[in-house]
């Protein structure tokens, strides 16, 4: 599979998945804060996935604008769209993120677990952790895939110019 090919399964089973699962989460943890009488613990909880929810948007936003364009461009030896930020900082602090939101996937679950016990607080915990499960698959494609080859398509493309 070349770097489009892969890119572009990425986001037709990861993203999309994404955007249909977040905004389904946010829903049920209303529902349970709703339920739980908007305790402390699933404000807590809300908040936290408040936090991944919109850094996941961003980076995906990234990915699909930026970072894989710009791949897809020089795997077909085209000139890249231009960049609003600096590619190789971009692509480090995705790795981060990659790692940060797996973190904070897990802890959510752990908080959630530690709820009052009920039908709609397994249902959400059982949410959390396929988007857990779906993230850490996701996120093994782009660091051991996707952003090699993107480093060696940025490396080819600068050593064809100089």
Do not use: W, Y
């Not at 908040?47 to 077909?76: C, M, N, W, Y």
């Not at 988007?131 to 494609?141: A, G, I, N, P, T």
Request: a negative charge.
């Amino acid at each position: 599979m070349n770097f489009t090919e892969l890119t572009n399964s990425i986001v037709a089973v990861h993203h999309s998945f994404l955007r249909r699962e977040l905004p389904a989460v946010s829903t049920q943890l209303e529902e349970l804060s709703k339920e739980l009488g908007n305790s402390t613990e699933i404000s807590e909880a809300q908040s936290l996935f408040k936090k991944i929810r919109d850094k996941v948007e961003a980076h995906i936003k990234d990915e699909e604008t930026t970072l894989f364009p710009t791949g897809s461009a020089l795997e077909q030896g085209q000139t890249p769209p231009q960049a609003e930020f600096d590619l190789l900082e971009r692509l480090a602090s995705m790795e981060k993120e990659h790692d940060n939101c797996g973190n904070a996937l897990k802890l959510l679950h752990q908080m959630l677990s530690d709820l009052p016990p009920s039908e709609l607080q397994e249902r959400v915990a059982m949410s959390v952790s396929a988007l857990s499960q779906d993230m850490d698959e996701h996120v093994r494609k782009e660091n051991t895939e996707v952003h090699p080859r993107f480093l060696e398509l940025l490396k080819t493309a600068t050593n064809t110019r100089k």
